[in-house]
């Protein structure tokens, strides 16, 4: 028992460390700037605050150590609120949220940026090339072996051979996802 208890505790702190593990979220700018160093795909998980299943993808997927380790090594990964009040640059262009309303609860102005990647629904996670042109953008709540099939497919740039249907359905099948849940 004494025996159990020491090693219980002797590994605490590497259960504390697994439990802080987290994505190095950053913002579409600190991105951009990072692309001209070292070019990588872009998982941006556009998101509001009063959105439940944008808040259920941070806790469950974004928080699990599959998907972590995947994105951190493989991709630049942005956090972007689609409300977000201030101006932003992106690909030389600026895109505001000209109907926000500082100190509004709830809903607020849906920021250009947002619309201009596609977004129609939260959360949307947009995926980026290494020139930020636009892959895909892909709605809703996704579990982390969900969100897997689509990591992979966008980073493998597999996504450039499947052009029908008939093809992304035979991606699906034949996909042995390996996160836990």
């Known amino acids: 028992m004494l025996r159990t208890l020491l090693l219980f505790i002797a590994l605490l ?3 504390a460390k697994a439990q802080e593990a987290s994505i190095n979220w950053m913002t579409i700018e600190e991105a951009q700037e990072a692309q001209k160093k070292n070019p990588k795909k872009i998982m941006m998980d556009v998101y509001t605050k009063w959105c439940g299943p944008c808040k259920m993808l941070d806790a469950r997927t974004f928080h699990n150590p599959d998907v972590v380790k995947y994105v951190n090594e493989n991709y ?8 977000h009040p201030a101006a932003i640059q992106f690909k030389g262009q600026t ?5 926000y309303v ?10 250009e ?6 977004v129609g629904a939260y959360p ?5 090339d290494e020139d930020l042109n636009l892959i895909a953008p892909i709605t809703g709540f996704k579990s982390a072996q969900q969100l897997e099939l689509y990591l992979k497919f966008f ?3 597999e996504y450039k051979n499947v052009k029908t249907r008939e093809e992304w359905q035979a991606y699906q ?9």
């Open 124 to 128: 949307t996670i947009i995926f980026l």
């Open 155 to 157: 980073y493998s740039n």
């Open 76 to 83: 630049y990964a942005v956090k972007f609120d689609a409300e």
């Open 95 to 99: 895109f505001s949220n000209p109907n």
């Open 13 to 15: 702190p590497v259960f």
């Open 102 to 111: 500082p100190g509004k609860t709830g809903r607020n102005g849906v920021h």
């Open 113 to 118: 940026l947002s619309r201009h990647l596609g």
């Open 173 to 181: 099948e034949a996909f042995k996802p390996e996160f836990s849940e």
